[in-house]
């Protein structure tokens, strides 16, 4: 993409991207970024498989027509588990997809007990156990999906804090396993650490994968010789993202959250490009 500064498309069902988009800015703060939610079609752990393609290739498109990217993020595990292979075939740019972080917790946990937060969606995947099965086999990986945390992350955004007591009932499974390390297998669940740790404070290690997007957002940056622009903050005095697009609703006051997290935002569009209902894409 012709350009002073480099530019990344973040894609997620829901809010849970921005967690992914704010490490991409600390390690490339001279990246434009490109927000797209499609919040009409959250939850997708709760959609046919077909229909989280169809939405994700068709709003992905879109979008890159009207704002041309160098790098597609796929900031959401159940969309990478079946989407990659689509929209890999649909363009020729870079496409990160996120997986749940079982190598780097493997390596960080002291007991050999591992805790995976995730959606029920993800935790059922086949994809998941054969993760394990490379690389954590030697531990014991409690899994455990419930249906209220992604729920609790959107909720928060729109300045409601999450039930600390449900949220403590929900996280019992991994205290009576003796969890020394927790996968936040969501990129939603960032959103939720201070909880989190209240919940399990016994927890030494929360392990999730913006960091490792970021590196390879950078290693593909580099690979087309656009990582020094990428690396060199920006001179405008433009958000962080340039554009924030949400299919649904925008969350009230999204602006202000985003500028919390460090990534400020120019731009927020809502029922973008007109798509309210699912499988509409």
Known sequence: ??????????????????????RIHQSLPGADLVYLADNAGFPYGGQSEQVVIERCCSLIRQSLQQSPCDIIVVACNTAST???????????????????????????????????L??????????LDKLIAEFASDC?????????????????????EPPQAELDAAMAPLREAGVDTVVLGCTH???????????????????????????????L????????????????TGGVVSEARFTGDAPPDIA?????MGISVARVCEHWPGVTTAGSA
């Open 1 to 22: 993409m012709a350009g002073a500064s480099p530019r990344v498309l973040v894609f997620d069902s829901g809010v849970g991207g921005l967690s992914v988009a704010a």
């Open 82 to 116: 079946v989407v990659l292979p689509h929209l890999r075939a649909m363009t020729e740019l870079p496409v990160v997809g996120v997986v749940p972080a079982i190598k780097p917790a493997a390596a960080c946990t002291v007991n050999g007990r591992v805790g995976l």
């Open 118 to 127: 995730a959606t029920p969606a993800t935790v059922q995947r086949p994809y």
């Open 140 to 160: 014991d990986v409690v899994r455990l999906g419930h249906p209220g945390l992604v729920c609790w992350a959107e909720q928060l955004v729109q300045g409601a």
């Open 189 to 219: 669940y960032p959103l939720l650490l201070p909880w989190l740790r209240k919940s399990l404070p016994e927890v030494t290690a929360w392990v999730d994968s913006g960091d490792a997007i970021a590196r390879r957002v950078a290693f």
């Open 221 to 236: 940056l580099g690979e087309s010789g656009r990582l020094a622009a990428a690396e060199t903050p920006r001179a405008d």
């Open 256 to 260: 202000l959250f985003m500028a919390e």
